[in-house]
């Protein structure tokens, strides 16, 4: 079964940057789309970006759009959310989720059939 896990949530100044990662335990992410989503206590979960499996095609939430940056590493397996210029409203609970299946292209407004338990980010002074 496949098996998300997520790291490198913490507390950050607003201006401040953060590294999220996201590892698969003991299968491969080469062939699933990833996404990581976020959900604000007292809000709706919103899709913050997406990756590709088979051409690395990213995809990005307006809100984040020129401050976050997905990116697949093949040899580590893992995906990242490199996040800079973080603003209080980026506040949530972040969680990496994968397709059943690989594309070239990626959407957030799909099914996602595995989720990991998710990393807390808090933007504040």
């Known amino acids: 079964q496949l098996q998300l896990v997520e790291s490198g949530g913490g507390l950050v100044q607003p201006g401040g940057s953060l590294r999220l990662s996201c590892a698969s335990s003991?299968?491969?992410?080469?062939?699933?789309?990833i996404a990581w989503f976020r959900q604000a206590p007292g809000k709706e979960r919103e899709g913050a970006s997406c990756i590709s499996a088979h051409s690395d095609t990213t995809k990005y939430a307006d809100s984040v759009k020129g401050r976050f940056t997905i990116s697949r590493e093949n040899a580590n397996n893992g995906v990242y959310l490199q996040m800079n210029n973080l603003k209080p409203e980026d506040t949530a609970v972040y969680y990496c989720a994968a397709t059943s299946y690989g594309s070239s292209w990626c959407s957030v407004f799909i099914e996602y059939h595995y989720w990991g338990q998710g990393t807390q980010v808090t933007v504040s002074s």
């Open positions: 003991g299968f491969t992410l080469d062939y699933n789309n």
